[in-house]
């Protein structure tokens, strides 16, 4: 365990030894008592999060705290009082900053990916918590021709199901306006194509400037004018940087805390991409009773028989529970 030497946290001071900073400690048997049941299984939830993601008072905290079951204890080392006392404010935290995306958005993320044998999956290492894989066959790098050599049972099928313009699609939907089939024909030109239109949309939502937008899609500066106040650009940047002024922080959709203020619009919508897709494919994959054999970020991979195929290339949308925002889906057969 990575232990900080010194650790003040409203009137706790736990100066730690060196000679036990990043060693494993053994348990007293009293380790029960002094954190519950609760505490110990929101303990073993909490080393799921990359301590870069949230505040600093929090991060030391949790690092304090960071015992992945009743073998390894901090109790011996700056004594039961105090770890009493981190333990207390801890519970404090879990109620009021962290429960809510933590230990329901968070962890749903990691049931979903989970379920995926042949990677193991991070959400937490990144600024936006856009996914990575760590271990195993990496999805998000495969190329396209690859996934088809993937094996399945005899009759089966895999179909990808990707989650169509998720970034300007979600956001289409939170600014309050009715969903459409291709939120990128909203703003063609004549002689564009279509892919310098959704370089146009895009580069806009992650902060370029109307002209260098102008330069790089061949789209008018009318044009780019129009996405950024269709999008309500300024209001909602404008929105978070207020925030984050206030707080050293902004929450995304879901209330994940992102700690970066560079590319605002970027972070917020980003991150709350993915959390909504996660949280949507789960839903879809709990559902229908689906084998997930990859997730890519807004698509994933399924595993299906010639009866739940046919269900899954004719679905249209999935939803997120928790905000019952549903988008657009496409259906690619694989193999």
């Known amino acids: 365990m990575n232990y900080y030497k010194s650790l003040k946290l409203k009137e706790c001071n736990l100066n730690l030894n060196k000679a036990v900073i990043g060693r494993p400690v053994n348990v007293q048997r009293d380790f029960e008592h002094t954190l519950d049941t609760w505490m110990l299984k929101k303990i073993i939830e909490i080393n799921r999060i990359d301590f870069a993601t949230v505040g600093e008072k929090y991060r030391r905290l949790l690092t304090t705290l960071n015992v ?24 404090d935290i879990c109620d009021m900053e962290l429960s809510d ?3 329901k958005v968070l962890a749903k993320r990691y049931e979903l990916t989970d379920t995926v044998s042949e990677a193991e999956y991070n959400h937490s290492s990144t600024l936006t918590g856009r996914m990575k894989i760590v271990k195993g066959t990496n999805f998000l790098t495969m190329k396209k021709e690859d996934r088809k050599s993937l094996k399945v049972k005899k009759d089966n099928k895999l179909i990808e199901i990707d989650v169509k313009s998720c970034e300007p699609s979600l956001l289409n939907i939170l600014i309050g306006n009715k969903p459409v089939d291709d939120v990128y024909s909203l703003f063609v030109e ?15 939502l992650y902060g370029s400037t109307i002209s260098r937008v102008s330069k790089i899609s061949g789209l008018s500066k009318p044009t780019i004018k129009k996405i950024h ?36 619009m970027n972070y917020w919508l980003q991150s709350s991409a993915a959390d909504f897709c996660c949280l949507a494919f789960k839903n879809l994959i709990e559902k229908e009773s689906l084998e997930l054999r990859a997730v890519i970020h807004d698509a994933i991979i399924v595993e299906v028989d010639e009866l739940a195929y046919n269900k899954m290339s004719a679905l249209q949308e999935i939803t997120d529970p928790i905000t019952n925002i549903s988008l657009r889906v496409d259906n690619t057969l694989i193999s």
């Open 101 to 103: 995306y933590y230990f």
């Open 229 to 264: 106040d269709y999008f309500q650009i300024s209001k909602i940047v404008e929105n978070l940087i207020s925030v984050y002024e206030k707080n050293g922080y902004f929450y995304n959709l879901y209330g994940r805390p992102i700690y970066e203020i560079a590319s605002p």
């Open 68 to 91: 992945k079951d009743n073998t390894h204890n901090v109790v011996n080392i700056v004594g039961k009082e105090k770890v009493k006392e981190a333990a207390t404010l801890f519970k």
């Open 190 to 204: 004549d002689n564009v194509p279509r892919t310098k239109v959704k370089i146009a949309v895009i580069s806009s």
